[in-house]
């Protein structure tokens, strides 16, 4: 979704806000734009395109100012262009406001607004909230910047993150939250506002979350947080632990590529100090003191979107194998406006990269409603779903900046892993020598993961083979099945091949008829205990002429009489071959991405959270 960025202070506004936007610019890229006060006035610019684009518009622009916002849009409302790009300001031009998140009952305040003489000029939602906000500051009412946002706030249905500026107050910005997220960054007689503390970490690594239905004042003399009755909060401030070196490419062509290749060192922090490979034993911070939960729950639904869901169906199989508990995988999107029977002993484990996606966030809602537990798996320290699940698990992978999900997915599954250990090795359900077999194979695959990154070649030959395709079949059994969905996920995201992810057996039941030599199949046939049935499916690809790439266990020559292309991965347990099989889907999805001359990082139409439903 979008990203946001403001500032107060003396350093110069453009560095900050644009060098702000740019890393920002993974949440949304269709049009930006940035808003500076000085002397009594607004200075402003906006257009459609990258950031690129607003630095070249903004380049003859003074920007020196007390204070400054910016924005990077994923349009919800209006399409991208340049009058729809944020910052919206009011009749007067004296106030500026950025937003992200939508504003479900604008329809109604835009109605009102003009029967008051407001002027709108965009089709967006947002601007309804800059022209509420300069309602509230009529002289009549003689109210503060801070006042009259906090008044026209609590007129607003719907998501946001907001930042504002007047141009008659200056060194004053004002933000609120409520369901997007918006955390302060607390310099030495400095202050930043941002979506995520990518946008200002360069210059402070000292945070404050601000959580929903709160508000923030930053001027020169400090910040205040409050609520939207205007009592006043003091919440904790936090530390950065990751290094600023992990959000650039260093040294790589896109933000993709490194994330795939930073695999093995992020396989290894999500099992950092968690296992015990001589004993099996696994240890699991955020969960020590919920081991009760752990060892009397009946039932386990997870909840999740997009490349996390694909893992959840993966934490489901190992549920049921390791825990023998009954588990199901719900989409976040559908879960929230269903009427779930919640049964007793029921645990919801909410699975999210970014911790924000709004989906995701509006079924914990549902279940803690309910009085459900829930447990987060979350890679974002401090995010929404961290915060509001009663415990969790990180991930520990680091900031993932390119909007394909790579990394996300292998330590969602590790962790998804430990989870199961841990919840057989407290109900017994494992006997020592399986626990201790399991555990040991797992601090082995960050190598295998290292091994089939070193041999890549074979990768980018058959890239050039898939290049030019239109259509692709991704096909999978048992925990293959959600690799297949992932593989044709990326292929489908960065490359805009259409590809489906299908359960292998279910090919007859319809997709075998799209079989063609126009149409390649990706087969995941390691060598686990489905494979004969997989080398059936092959042979059934095969007597129709279809092209095959197949994903088998080194040492199985075989394979190479059968299928036309094949990337062998190291042999592992059954559970564990995701962990190794879902990398070359990731490569060959990058590859043919950046042979179709795609945009690898910023993939058309997609953002790296999706904050709103
Ligand atoms: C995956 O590559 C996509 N970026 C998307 O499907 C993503 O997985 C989904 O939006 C869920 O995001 P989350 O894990 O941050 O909740």
Redesign the pocket.
């Known amino acids: 979704m979008c990203g946001i960025i403001g500032y107060v202070g003396r350093k110069e506004q453009r560095d900050i806000l644009l060098g702000g936007l740019r890393r920002l610019e993974y949440r949304g890229y269709d049009s930006a734009g940035i808003a500076v006060q000085r002397n009594g006035s607004l200075v402003m610019t906006k257009v459609k395109g990258k950031i690129r684009d607003l630095e070249k518009a903004a380049s003859s622009l003074d920007l020196t100012g007390s204070v400054g916002i910016a924005h990077t849009r994923w349009a919800t409302h209006g399409e991208p262009n340049d009058i729809n790009a944020h910052p919206h300001t009011c009749c007067g031009n004296r106030i500026a406001l950025v937003h992200n998140g939508i504003i479900e009952n604008y329809q109604s305040l835009r109605t009102l607004l003009k029967e008051r003489d407001h002027h709108f000029t965009s089709d967006t939602d947002t601007e309804v909230l800059v022209h509420l906000v300069e309602e509230h500051l009529k002289d009549s009412y003689g109210h503060s910047l801070e006042e009259a946002v906090r008044l026209a706030l609590n007129e607003v249905e719907g998501t946001y993150g907001i930042a504002v500026i007047d141009a008659e107050q200056p060194g004053v910005l004002v933000a609120a939250r409520r369901g997007s997220p918006l955390l302060l960054g607390i310099g030495s007689d400095e202050y930043f506002v941002g979506s995520d503390v990518a946008a200002f970490a360069e210059y402070t690594r000292e945070i404050v979350y601000l959580n929903d239905d709160e508000m923030a004042v930053l001027s020169p003399d400090g910040y205040l947080v409050k609520n939207l009755q205007a009592e006043e909060m003091n919440p904790d401030v936090e530390k950065i632990t990751w290094e600023l070196g992990q959000i650039e490419k260093g040294g790589f062509d896109h933000f993709m590529l490194k994330e795939i290749r930073e695999q093995p060192q992020t396989v290894l922090d999500a099992l950092r100090g968690r296992v015990r490979p001589d004993t099996g034993q696994v240890k699991l911070g955020g969960l020590q003191d919920h081991q009760d939960l752990l060892k009397n729950a009946k039932r386990i639904i997870f909840t999740?979107?997009?490349?996390?869901w694909h893992a959840s169906l993966i934490g489901r199989r190992l549920i049921e194998e390791f825990v023998r508990l009954p588990a199901e995988v719900e989409y976040a999107s559908e879960f929230r406006y269903s009427t779930p029977v919640f049964t007793p002993g029921t645990v919801l484990i909410a699975?999210?990269?970014?911790?924000?996606?709004a989906d995701?966030l509006a079924a914990l809602h549902l279940a803690k409603e309910e009085g459900i537990p829930c447990l987060g798996v979350v890679n974002v320290v401090g995010s929404s779903i961290a915060r509001e699940t009663d415990t969790g698990v990180y991930l520990h992978a680091g900031p993932e900046i390119g909007?394909?999900?790579t990394k996300?997915f292998t330590s969602q599954v590790t962790v998804l892993s430990q989870i199961s250990l841990l919840m057989a090795q407290l109900r017994g359900t494992l006997t020592e020598e399986r626990q201790k077999e399991i555990a040991g194979e797992l601090v082995r695959l960050p190598g295998k993961i290292q091994q089939i990154l070193d041999d890549t070649d074979c990768i980018e030959k058959i890239a050039d083979q898939f290049a030019g395709a239109d259509n692709a079949l991704y096909l999978g059994r048992g925990y293959s099945f959600p690799v297949a969905l992932e593989g044709a996920?990326?292929l489908k995201?960065i490359s805009y091949i259409h590809a489906e992810g299908y359960p292998a057996a279910e090919m007859k039941h319809g997709p075998i008829a799209l079989i063609d030599d126009d149409m390649p199949a990706v087969i995941l046939a390691p060598g686990d205990h489905v494979y004969e049935k997989v080398v059936s499916n092959i042979e059934e690809i095969r007597a129709r002429r279809g092209r095959v790439l197949a994903v088998a266990t080194e040492g199985n020559e075989a394979m190479a009489d059968l299928a036309d292309w094949v990337i062998y991965v190291p042999e592992t347990l059954d559970c564990f071959y995701p962990l190794l099989t879902v990398i070359p889907l990731q490569l060959l999805a990058y590859y043919v991405a950046v042979r179709r001359g795609c945009n690898i990082d910023q993939p058309r139409n997609?953002a790296?959270?999706?904050t709103v439903e």
């Open positions: 999740s979107c997009g490349t996390s699975v999210s990269q970014s911790g924000e996606t995701t909007v394909a999900s996300a996920l990326k995201e997609l790296k959270s999706v």
